[in-house]
């Protein structure tokens, strides 16, 4: 399968679990908060067609997987967004900048989090013993 059918294929699965969530009673439609590990482009993508989307969290983001951009649908998502990445991962503390400078203007908050040695991805939650505490904070804050 082409690689990209296979992200075409990812965004429905994602936008198909956002639906799910939606229906579910203990969930506010117009507050879902959408975590996102080193591969989120598609969580991206998804969550700039999907107003319900107030928040999202990026553990060390990439601007670009595999030809698959998302800079321009951060920009157009123009929500919540927290940006993690760790200074050992030079990439992602790139692709944070270039986010945030794509962003751009007003359009809700965006923050980051820089953390010292503490790898890439989710393996950040278990180098980093604060993470997890900051993304729950996020979410609690930003989906309220």
């Known amino acids: 399968?082409?690689?990209?059918?296979?992200?075409?294929t990812f965004v429905q699965d994602v936008?198909?679990?956002r639906r799910y969530v939606a229906t579910r009673p203990d969930v506010l439609p117009a507050r879902i908060g959408w975590p996102g590990p080193r591969w989120a482009p598609?969580?991206?993508l998804s969550a700039a067609q999907m107003p319900g989307v107030a928040s999202m969290a990026l553990l060390s983001?990439?601007?670009?997987?595999?030809g698959l951009r998302i800079?321009?649908?951060?920009?157009k998502y123009g929500g919540r967004a927290l940006l993690v990445a760790s200074d050992d991962?030079?990439?992602?503390?790139?692709?944070?900048?270039?986010?945030?400078?794509?962003?751009?203007?007003?359009?809700g908050v965006r923050e980051t989090l820089?953390?010292?040695?503490?790898?890439?991805?989710?393996?950040?939650?278990?180098?980093?013993?604060?993470?997890t505490r900051a993304?729950?904070?996020?979410?609690?804050r930003t989906l309220q």
Do not use: I
């Open 1 to 8: 399968m082409p690689e990209e059918a296979q992200f075409s």
């Open 71 to 75: 800079d321009g649908a951060f920009r």
């Open 89 to 107: 991962d030079p990439y992602a503390t790139r692709s944070v900048r270039e986010l945030m400078k794509a962003a751009g203007g007003p359009g």
């Open 61 to 66: 983001a990439t601007t670009d997987y595999r």
């Open 114 to 131: 820089a953390l010292s040695n503490a790898g890439s991805g989710t393996s950040m939650l278990a180098k980093d013993a604060n993470l």
């Open 135 to 140: 993304l729950v904070d996020w979410f609690r």
């Open 15 to 17: 936008a198909a679990a």
């Open 42 to 44: 598609p969580r991206v």
